[in-house]
């Protein structure tokens, strides 16, 4: 494993360190971003020309001692909607997991808070999601419209994180995988992984375990082209956005059944955090296509 790609030194020692250090881990996540909002942006901008997106107010470029503004394309947003999604994102995904291991932090608090593990994907996304519907809204763009355009981005942008969670071995890693069980035209490494050097010190079984990131990451990847062929659909809007928060729900569920998480009892039964959310997410899924599978009005 490769958690850290790369360690620059310092002429001299900066917040109690000579080297600036680049994680696996954060750099497939900025990948996942950037990928996610070039494809937000152009999917705006055609939605624009196309006149179903109307178009936004923001401050002008012009140097001057009034501040004056002028009309773009909802595809002017997509910075600060990334910004706020990583902020979001990042300290949603922290509070999700403390409170996934509760246990763990009350032990040591410091030690999970700055922890280069420990991210929730469910808590980042509610948190990202409720600071970009606030600032959609604000600037008055259809919100369904954008919901369509962005789910499906960060459904790649999710995949591409999971690498990133592959290379660290961060601990998103399944149970001790079969290993007799193994189709013989599949790769040891896609059936079987230790987690060498994993950045939580870890060791693992010499049998190794199912590498549930990578598994993520080809799901992501072939559900994001089957949402990327259906953007121009005839439904709705709303109708693409629904269909990735079923997909998302369904993904995790299934992915669930073989990964290592905290089980809590619920109702007689033993369900992880993300198996609730992920029946949550797919019931509202439904809900929405319910509603949404409607022809355009013309």
């Known amino acids: 494993m490769y958690p850290r790609i790369l360690e620059i030194p310092l002429p001299i020692e900066f917040l109690g360190s000579s080297t600036i250090t680049i994680y696996s881990f954060g750099a497939m ?5 950037l990928v996610a909002a070039w494809l937000m942006q152009r999917e705006l901008n055609r ?14 470029k012009k140097k001057s001692r009034k501040q004056h503004f002028v009309e773009a394309s909802p595809a002017s947003l997509v910075g600060t909607v990334t910004v706020i999604a990583v902020v979001g994102g990042i300290i ?5 997991h403390i409170l996934e291991n509760w246990g ?4 040591d608090p410091r030690g999970m808070l700055f922890s280069q593990g420990g991210l929730t994907f469910y ?8 600071g970009i519907i606030w600032y959609v809204r604000k600037h008055g763009v259809n919100l369904p419209l954008f919901a369509d355009t962005t789910l499906p981005t960060v459904m790649l942008a999710y995949g591409i994180g999971r690498i990133g969670c592959h ?5 998103d890693w399944g149970i001790p995988s079969n290993v007799e069980a193994k189709p013989g035209f599949l790769p040891d490494w896609l059936w079987s992984e230790t987690y060498p050097n994993n950045i939580l ?10 590498p549930t990131s990578i598994y993520e990451f080809l799901m992501a990847v ?5 949402l990327w062929s259906l953007r121009k659909h005839p439904f709705r809007a709303g109708w693409l956005a629904s269909l990735t928060v079923l997909f998302f729900g369904v993904e995790r569920l299934l992915i669930e059944q073989i990964r290592v998480n905290n089980v809590f009892e619920v109702l007689g039964m033993e369900v992880t955090q993300a198996e609730i959310i992920s029946v949550i997410m797919i019931a509202l899924g439904v809900a929405g296509l319910v509603f949404t599978t409607r022809r355009k009005r013309q």
């Open 47 to 60: 939605l624009f020309i196309e006149g179903r997106l109307e178009p936004v107010r923001i401050p002008s």
């Open 92 to 96: 949603g995904a922290k509070i999700f």
């Open 201 to 210: 010190g870890r060791t693992l079984p010499e049998s190794g375990v199912y």
């Open 29 to 33: 996540m900025a990948i996942g971003f």
């Open 167 to 171: 290379l660290a071995g961060d601990g």
């Open 123 to 130: 808590g980042g996304l509610l948190f990202a999601a409720v």
């Open 222 to 226: 072939m559900l994001f082209a089957v």
């Open 104 to 107: 763990d932090f009350m032990a």
